[in-house]
Every structure is written in structure tokens, then in C-alpha cells.
């Protein structure tokens, strides 16, 4: 069975620009959360999805945004990107009451 | 303000010895709480979880300890072994209906198994 995967692997975009990831959940798992790594740092929540519907979402500014997809992928959005939105994005996916199982996540650098 | 701390960002250990990683948390509303392990460049990989309601569990060479009263957990694990050298993250999860999908992670502890 695949696990979760993110697409694309790495991306550099220019300050000011708009970048959107994407994330496949493991088959047969509704919720998607997305997070946010800096180096040094654990993961930080940005926000989660079930069943299309936002059920969480963390302290990050209105630039992000995520929609869930009725197959349950999910994309991340990041408008008018800043240098500090340089990190490691991770999604993951879960059944209730399991724990969240990461994919690879995607590198953003902010140049 | 960190709601869960790792305060050892590194450990080193002897082959065959016991590994043990701690993780402090202040919010009582956690419910869940799970360790994971991040190799360079992949994400974090599940290990093992412990429910507000137990005070141990155990798969394998892993084990989870849940001090309530202290706000304390730790991972500990029995033999290390080289392959376990990686950054070990403690996550909550705070008791908003069940979901796991907002979990608060520490800032990790860097595990060193040397052979």
C-alpha cells in the first residue's frame, strides 16, 4: 500500500509569489492535516481536514489556506510567499483515533 | 510558550544499551500523546502512542511511559541499536473530540546509538 505523498519534492519560489503543495493520504484515510517544519523545530500545525471540512487550523496568517478534494487529496496554499515561509511542509494523514502517518514533505525555499 | 518540551536536543548511547528520551508537557487538556522518528529528508515516522488513560505501553524494543502528575512521558528504548540514530519528536494531542489531526510537537531530541 503507498503512504502518503507530497508533490512536488522541492521548490524555490520568489518572494511575493503564490505556491501550492499537494498531498494524497493513505487509502482509505479522511482526515489530512498539514504542517510546517523550520530547521531546528518540530512540526507545527497549520491546519486539518476531514471529510472535506476544516476542523483545525493553527496560528499561521490568512496567506495559507488548504481545501480537502472529495477523494481526500489535499492542496496547501501560500499566497504573497515571505522569506520566512522557507521549511519543510509536511502533510499527513490519519483514521480517528490512529496516529498521524507523515509523507516525505515538500521543500520550499523563499528566495 | 511550548506546550511540549524536549529539553535534551541530544542524547548519545552505547549499542545494546537503553535509550531513554523525556518529554515535559504543560496543558492538561492532552488527551494523546505519540513519538516519532525523522530520519534527514523523510518525514516523521509513527512509532508509538499512549493514551491519557494508561501509564505504559509497549511494542517491541519500544516503550512509552505516561507520568500524569508530573505532565512527564518518555520513550524508552531497549537495545539501541545504530539503526535508531535519528531525531526523536514527542507529540500531543489536546482532547478536541477525539481528532489527532492537531498534534504539538517538541523540538526534538537527536539519538546517537554508537556501535
Known amino acids: 500500500d503507498a503512504g502518503v505523498t507530497q508533490s512536488p519534492t522541492h521548490l524555490i519560489k520568489t518572494r511575493g509569489q503564490h505556491v501550492t503543495l499537494r498531498c494524497s493520504p493513505i487509502?482509505?484515510?479522511?482526515?489530512v492535516s498539514w504542517y510546517q517544519q523550520v530547521l531546528g523545530q518540530g512540526p507545527q500545525f497549520i491546519f486539518q481536514y476531514y471529510e472535506k471540512e476544516e476542523r483545525g487550523r493553527g496560528n499561521f496568517p490568512d496567506r495559507f489556506s488548504a481545501r480537502q478534494f472529495p477523494n481526500y487529496s489535499s492542496e496547501l496554499n501560500v499566497n504573497a510567499l515571505l522569506l520566512g515561509d522557507s521549511a519543510l511542509y509536511l502533510c499527513?494523514?490519519?483514521?480517528?483515533?490512529?496516529?498521524?502517518?507523515f509523507g516525505p514533505g515538500t521543500r520550499l525555499t523563499v528566495t | 510558550d511550548q506546550q511540549v518540551k524536549q529539553n535534551s536536543p541530544s542524547l548519545s548511547v552505547q549499542e545494546g544499551r537503553i535509550s531513554i528520551l523525556n518529554c515535559d508537557y504543560t496543558n492538561s487538556m492532552f488527551d494523546y500523546f505519540l513519538w516519532y522518528k525523522k530520519y534527514p529528508a523523510e518525514g516523521p515516522t509513527f512509532l508509538i502512542s499512549?493514551?491519557?488513560?494508561?501509564d505504559k505501553n509497549e511494542d517491541g524494543r519500544f516503550t512509552v511511559f505516561l507520568n500524569k502528575s508530573a505532565k512527564h512521558l518518555s520513550l524508552h528504548i531497549v537495545p539501541s541499536q545504530p539503526g535508531d540514530s535519528a531525531v526523536y519528536f514527542c507529540a500531543a494531542s489536546p482532547n478536541y473530540g477525539g481528532s489527532q489531526g492537531n498534534l504539538i510537537f517538541g523540538k526534538g531530541t537527536k539519538l546517537s546509538v554508537k556501535p
Open positions: 499512549i493514551s491519557s488513560i494508561k
Open positions: 487509502s482509505g484515510h479522511k482526515s
Open positions: 499527513a494523514s490519519s483514521l480517528q483515533g490512529a496516529g498521524e502517518y
